[in-house]
């Protein structure tokens, strides 16, 4: 059963402390892409990393926000310190080598910050 | 820059009707055209997508119409049912990074 795996499905935190998310992607996918989810910007594109590369972080505020992917298997989104402004769900898309790919997401992380 | 319009945001319609969503996108560039569907507290998935060199694809009650030179693309789902009832986004893309639409939030009624 081939899918895109995040933890933890919720978070709840105080205001400055530090989140880690996590994503397993789809064995054999190499493009990983992080989205943030909120009712008032919708899908908005964060980070996006191609063979384990960043390619694209132009989506994350870079004084708190930061993400790698130390395997294959592993990628990772951190704040630090959140801010209640940080509360949305975080997904995690995995796709395909190549160009217009589908993007598998993952069920993603409910983040509230308090 | 990159913008994927929307509408409606929200539709309802009675079981066994059709339901039309519609994007518009600004990129020239744009090439390829998924459209995903989100149910409460999962992640979007894939439905349909269509490909800059097609006008139109069908999957079963789902189909995609693109037109470029109006840079417009619909969704069509018919003979509606409540399992339809979710969030439904368009996107587009001309390189890795899909720019998705605001959502249509969809209901049938039974």
């Known amino acids: 059963d081939a899918r895109v795996t995040q933890t933890p499905r919720h978070k709840v935190t105080e205001m400055g402390q530090e989140v880690t998310m996590r994503c397993q992607p789809i064995l054999g996918h190499n493009t990983v892409f992080w989205y943030r989810q909120t009712m008032m910007q919708g899908l908005e594109l964060l980070a996006y990393f191609r063979n384990r590369a960043p390619l694209d972080d132009s989506g994350m505020p870079k004084d708190r926000f930061s993400a790698e992917m130390p395997d294959a298997t592993l990628a990772t989104l951190k704040i630090q310190p959140s801010e209640p402004r940080d509360s949305a769900v975080y997904f995690c898309a995995s796709g395909l080598p190549g160009l217009n790919t589908e993007a598998f997401f993952g069920q993603g992380t409910r983040l509230t910050v308090v | 820059g990159e913008n994927v319009e929307q509408h409606p945001s929200t539709l309802s319609v009675q079981e066994g009707d059709s339901a039309v969503i519609k994007c518009t996108y600004s990129?020239?560039?744009?090439?390829?055209f998924p459209w995903y569907k989100q149910e409460l507290g999962k992640g979007p998935q894939l439905i349909i997508d269509i490909r800059s060199n097609v006008g139109e694809k069908k999957d079963q009650r789902i189909a995609v119409t693109l037109n470029k030179t109006a840079k417009h693309f619909s969704l069509h789902i018919t003979e509606t049912q409540p399992e339809d009832s979710a969030v439904y986004f368009c996107a587009a893309t001309g390189t890795y990074k899909y720019i998705f639409g605001t959502g249509t939030r969809l209901k049938v009624l039974a």
């Open positions: 990129d020239s560039a744009s090439n390829y």
